[in-house]
């Protein structure tokens, strides 16, 4: 993202944008990079320095993504990575993250139990009779936090089946599938109606967040 920063920014301090569509770093967007040039040396010599930074992480991410593709279907991870990945908003490096991160889903003896190591559960501060709930306490593993909450933004779109979605359903346990299902239905609920009631996105996000979790323990549990 840095060094897609610093190509958009140096075109942006000189006037030139990309109108051909609304996406950025499309293959059309990467086409119409390759056919700007500069009449000064230096401002050309920087815009392809930027350029070829951006291709080299661009293929360091590939390389990697590959990697974690043939890792995802070792037997240690294939269950458990398949069963997330039957969750919209949930891939291959999101789900093999989440299992990596967990070590071991036994380790938890109900939902909120991992609610609690990933830092989804309100904090609390009680004297004598009186308890007041905060934020989310943050704690425990932050990595498999930020995972939920991106992939719990899913939740703010109408519930579907993509063809992608079920491409990677293909061959899982119905039961993963039709909780699956579920969540999807229960969580675009959620979403919606913490925003009708004027809760900020960040905050519906980060409730939805909480609920996905406790369906990952339940697909977790269902596989292990």
């Given at each position: ?19 051909a ?29 930027y ?66 190591f ?9 004297s ?9 306490t943050?704690?425990g ?6 995972l ?17 979605l ?34 900020p ?10 609920e996905l ?9 269902a596989?292990?």
């Amino acid at each position: 993202m840095r060094c897609r920063h610093r190509l958009s920014k140096f075109l942006l301090r000189r006037g030139v944008s990309y109108t051909a569509g609304r996406r950025h770093w499309t293959q059309a967007h990467h086409a119409w990079l390759g056919q700007l040039s500069f009449d000064d040396c230096s401002a050309q010599a920087v815009f392809d320095d930027y350029r070829l930074a951006v291709a080299q992480v661009d293929a360091r991410i590939a390389a990697l993504d590959r990697k974690l593709e043939a890792l995802a279907q070792a037997p240690a991870y294939r269950r458990a990575v398949g069963a997330l990945r039957c969750f919209r908003g949930i891939d291959t490096r999101t789900a093999l993250g989440l299992v990596t991160e967990l070590h071991g889903i036994e380790r938890f003896g109900r939902p909120r139990a991992l609610m609690a190591f990933v830092g989804l559960v309100p904090s609390e501060a009680s004297s004598g009779e009186r308890q007041r709930r905060g934020a989310i306490t943050k704690a425990g593993n932050g990595h498999a936090r930020k995972l939920l909450i991106e992939s719990a933004w899913h939740a703010r779109h109408k519930p579907a089946i993509p063809v992608a979605l079920r491409q990677r359903r293909e061959g899982q346990p119905p039961e993963i599938i039709a909780m699956a299902d579920v969540a999807q239905q229960r969580l675009h609920r959620r979403y919606w109606r913490l925003v009708q009631r004027g809760k900020p996105t960040t905050v519906a996000a980060t409730a939805v967040a909480r609920e996905l979790a406790g369906f990952v323990w339940a697909a977790l549990r269902a596989v292990a």
